[in-house]
């Protein structure tokens, strides 16, 4: 079905596979092109609780296809901007938890698909960076944006100015990452993370995605008003009713996403 992704599912855990190791799983036209394709496919699956996003080979991915970027024109190269932040923000925007595994160069757009995620967890052969100024570009799938968000104005300017590469445990350090594992724990480490997840009542984990990532974008007492309304409609759930009394008899409960 896709040329250049995998998605495969199992016990309410996705995982996407960027696929094009000849090429460092660089993002081209047909890469976006496929994974706005396969969003459609995980927005819709309301049964889905968890995504995990990796990469084949050596690479997460290694940046954006210079090879497709280098004769683009003005217009070309806006548009090539748009699609790939378009991607990314679909990404960002899912109501289930999504898990980066970053199993080694994410860089440029790699780095960038990997902020659009809430957790990074890396391998520690991973490196990250946005080496674009370096390319005569500036990041163009929103990493000027997500990276200062993640650790902070003057650490990203730094890292986006110099064009530097960082290692999977100074990136862990500037908070970039949360963990990193060896290479061939990683992606068990992020199932695991996964399975933390859809264990809870999946009504509720969207909902505390919600209260953070749009709390973060108001006023403090905005953000509170969100989640005391959110914490409100927890109680309309029959998940709230099963998780509740499953505790008080002591006993696992089965949640029904309802």
């Known amino acids: 079905m896709y040329q250049t992704i995998r998605y495969e599912k ?24 496929e994974l706005a394709q396969v969003m459609t496919e995980i927005e819709q699956d309301a049964d889905l ?15 954006a296809d210079i090879s497709e970027m280098s004769s683009m024109t003005l217009s070309e190269g806006r ?10 923000r679909r990404i960002e925007k899912l109501e289930i938890p999504t898990i980066a595994a970053v199993n080694g160069f994410a860089l440029g757009g790699g780095c960038e698909l990997a902020m659009s995620c ?22 163009g799938f929103s990493g000027t944006q997500r990276l200062p968000r993640r650790v902070g104005a003057a650490k990203a300017k730094e890292l ?27 992606m068990e480490a992020a199932m695991e993370m996964a399975k933390s997840f859809v264990k809870n009542a999946p009504i509720a984990v969207k909902y505390s995605k919600a209260c953070i990532d749009r709390g973060l974008q108001m006023d403090i007492d905005g953000a509170i ?29 089965a949640f029904e996403n309802k």
């Open 118 to 139: 809430d957790i990074i967890l890396a391998s520690e052969k991973a490196k990250f960076g946005q080496p674009e100024v370096g390319l005569g570009i500036t990041p």
């Open 10 to 33: 199992s016990d309410k855990i996705g995982v996407l596979t960027i696929s094009r190791p000849a090429a460092l799983n660089a993002l081209n036209s047909l890469e976006i092109a």
């Open 160 to 186: 986006i100015f110099s064009g530097k590469m960082v290692k999977a445990e100074e990136a862990k350090e500037m908070g970039l990452v949360n963990a990193v594992y060896a290479p061939e724990a990683l």
């Open 79 to 88: 548009d090539f901007g748009r699609r790939g932040s378009a991607v990314m």
């Open 225 to 253: 008003a969100l989640e005391n309304e959110l914490f409100a409609m927890c109680f309309a759930t029959a998940d709230q009713k099963e998780g509740m009394a499953a505790f008080l008899e002591k006993r696992a409960a």
């Open 49 to 63: 609780g968890c995504l995990i996003i990796t990469g084949d080979g050596k690479a997460f991915v290694a940046g």
